[in-house]
Nanobody
């Protein structure tokens, strides 16, 4: 069974940093792309970042550009999200997701497998 397990969430003050990790099964990790989404209370789930299988192409939401970095470790079957200069508006449940093949976008529908989510809370 394909599984994605997130870790690294927690409470941090404004301006602080957190690093999220996602451990994935081989099938999930070896697909077209891996991504991170987030959902704040009362808000729709939104795209945060994605990385192609090769690791050479990354895409970020405008709201996190310059602050977040997505990366992957092939040997460990993990994808990470380094989050710096955190703001209260970054508070959300963060989900790791796998896209097995190209579907034209990085919308939610383009991703096939999802983790359970990890809570990130940024206090002011």
């Amino acid at each position: 069974q394909v599984q994605l397990v997130e870790s690294g969430g927690g409470l941090v003050q404004t301006g602080g940093s957190l690093r999220l990790s996602c451990a994935a099964s081989g099938r999930a990790f070896s697909g077209y792309a891996m991504g991170w989404f987030r959902q704040a209370p009362g808000k729709e789930r939104e795209f945060v970042a994605a990385i192609r299988r090769s690791g050479g192409t990354t895409v970020y939401a405008d709201s996190v550009k310059g602050r977040f970095t997505i990366s992957r470790d092939i040997a460990k079957n993990t994808v990470s999200l380094q989050m710096n200069s955190l703001k209260p508006e970054d508070t959300a449940v963060y989900y790791c997701a796998s896209s097995t093949y190209y579907r034209g976008s990085y919308s939610q529908s383009a991703f096939d497998y999802w983790g359970q989510g990890t809570q990130v809370t940024v206090s002011s």
